[in-house]
């Protein structure tokens, strides 16, 4: 029951990333916003969602919630593979400084998103430390 619960989760982030990505395509001509963006929210909402929902948070949700969430909702929506392919594509078209601007966009702006979930989460919580339950999860993430 826990892997259709994920796949559900999954169906439904990649159907929001889809969205996102096509109402950010008329900003992203010279660089992808739009899978910016998605990446950004989902770190914020995998940082927050996983904080807030511990054992001891403020909304202690089932591991099969978080499961749906955390891997399928935020596996399905954020896009990791489909940075790496517009990356190498600026990079082969020689745009090497708007390749740059991606990667440390991306790689800045989602470590900050995830952090800025947790943390908000933490403060909601009353001061949680950690986004998962037991060591070898937060590994899983």
């Not at 998103?113 to 060591?135: C, M, P, S, T």
Request: one cysteine or more; charged letters at 10%.
């Amino acid at each position: 029951m826990t892997t259709l619960w994920i796949a559900l989760g999954g169906a439904l982030g990649s159907v929001a990333r889809f969205w996102l990505a096509a109402l950010a395509e008329p900003i992203s001509r010279s660089l992808p916003l739009g899978t910016i963006a998605i990446n950004v929210s989902g770190s914020l909402l995998i940082g927050l969602f996983g904080t807030l929902t511990l054992h001891n948070g403020r909304f202690p949700a089932s591991e099969s919630v978080r499961l749906f969430v955390m891997v399928g909702f935020c596996g399905g929506f954020t896009t990791f593979s489909s940075f790496s392919l517009q990356t190498l594509e600026l990079l082969r078209a020689g745009a090497w400084t708007r390749a740059l601007v991606n990667m440390a966009a991306s790689l800045l702006l989602c470590l900050a998103a995830v952090a800025a979930g947790h943390a908000l989460a933490a403060q909601i919580n009353g001061g949680a430390r950690h986004y998962a339950e037991i060591e070898t999860e937060e590994e899983t993430f």
